[in-house]
């Protein structure tokens, strides 16, 4: 019961989501900057100008976003989309579109395909690891922020003051630990050690993050990989999921609350936040009426090899994308990334132990 009042009080606030967004032309934004990180769950376009196989910058990926396709692996918004309008900001613009001076609002840095490991992703070609992603954080704080911010005292608030999200491990999975074929990776770790391995390797470019003065940090969980149709349709279960799969996952997740609470009880003045995008999309599947989705299983947009891959370039999508989970074999549609920003934007349940209405005031 009290997942069915939780699911309606956050598509309450996604159906009323617009008229809650602040205009930056009315008011002052919450926040001075988004900075995002991650994979392509988050990317708005940094795998445009890189050689690698995994890109969106063509229809019908963004078939629904103002901007047609702009590399953003989905049908519309992503989730750090919904939290720029929230915070009153425009949305993060790909760090490697700029030729002039950097955005003062937020950049984004996320890559698709990539993952918190250096070597997950790399058989697609060439992608930016969270490593390289806050290399590019560090050069946007030491050469391009101080020719607009002179103040050292202010340029310090300003990345105190920002929002920091990211969305990272799942390529660690799909495109590595769970890819037997081209990664030796499940040989050399059970389960549980490279859960670790990525938990000790992620707090380890927290705590650099906030060494370079970032301070209320949003993490989201990575979402329940088998039963996304790249994993589950590959290899029989059954159920709407394979259950092994999700286990494996579910070891990284369980990590990651308590090194969360650790790092805001060591690093003073900071706040990392947990996203539970898995359990919300997870109970999405399973119970999808609620959330007014019908389609819990199919890709919306066409894709080759039975429904296991990304969408095939120019094809036409699925009439009515806002009752899909999926968009293509590996990404939430719109109306999904909607429901996990909302309920992270004003519920503790999703994002904890402060929601974004709430840290933004802290």
């Known amino acids: ?58 229809l019908p990926y963004g078939d629904d976003f103002p901007k047609g396709s702009t590399g953003r692996f989905t049908n519309g918004r992503t989730v750090a989309d919904f939290i720029a309008e929230y915070l009153g900001l425009p949305y993060s613009p790909p760090y490697l579109s700029f030729k002039g001076p950097r955005s003062l609002t937020g950049i984004n840095y996320a890559s698709g395909s990539c993952g918190i490991m250096p070597e997950s992703g790399a058989l697609l070609g060439k992608c930016l690891n969270l490593r390289e992603q806050i290399n590019l954080f560090q050069r946007t704080i030491k050469m391009d922020l101080p020719n607009k911010i002179k103040n050292p005292t202010q340029l310090s608030e300003h990345l105190s003051k920002s929002i920091y999200v990211f969305s990272a491990g799942s390529n660690d999975y799909i495109n590595n630990y769970l890819e037997t074929k081209y990664y030796d990776t499940s040989k050399r770790y059970l389960p549980q050690p490279f859960a670790q391995l990525l938990i000790e390797n992620l707090s380890q470019h927290f705590e650099r993050l906030y060494k370079l003065g970032a301070r209320k940090i949003i993490m989201f969980e990575i979402g329940p990989v088998g039963c996304i149709p790249s994993v589950s349709r ?86 009515n994308s806002s009752n899909h989970i999926f968009w293509d074999a590996f990404h939430l549609t719109e109306a999904v990334y909607s429901v996990i920003a909302s309920g992270c934007l004003s519920n503790r349940s999703v994002c904890t132990p402060v929601s974004i209405q709430e840290l933004v005031k802290m």
């Not at 009323?16 to 934004?29: E, G, N, R, W, Y």
């Open 1 to 58: 019961m009290w997942k069915m009042r939780m699911a309606q009080g956050i598509i309450f606030f996604s159906l009323v989501f617009l008229h809650l967004i602040v205009s930056p032309i009315c008011a002052l934004p919450f926040a001075p900057a988004l900075y995002v990180f991650g994979d392509s769950l988050m990317d708005s376009g940094n795998n445009n100008f890189l050689p690698t196989f995994a890109k969106a910058n063509y």
């Open 234 to 319: 590959k290899h029989p279960h059954t159920g709407d999921c394979i259950e092994e799969t999700n286990q494996i996952v579910a070891y990284f997740n369980e990590r990651l609350p308590p090194m969360l609470k650790n790092l805001t009880s060591r690093l003073p003045g900071s706040t990392f936040v947990l996203g539970r995008a898995n359990s919300l999309g997870y109970d999405a599947i399973k119970n999808p009426s609620i959330y007014g989705l019908t389609d819990t299983s199919n890709p919306c947009c066409t894709t080759w090899a039975n429904g296991t891959s990304g969408c095939i370039p120019m094809s036409k999508p699925c009439p």
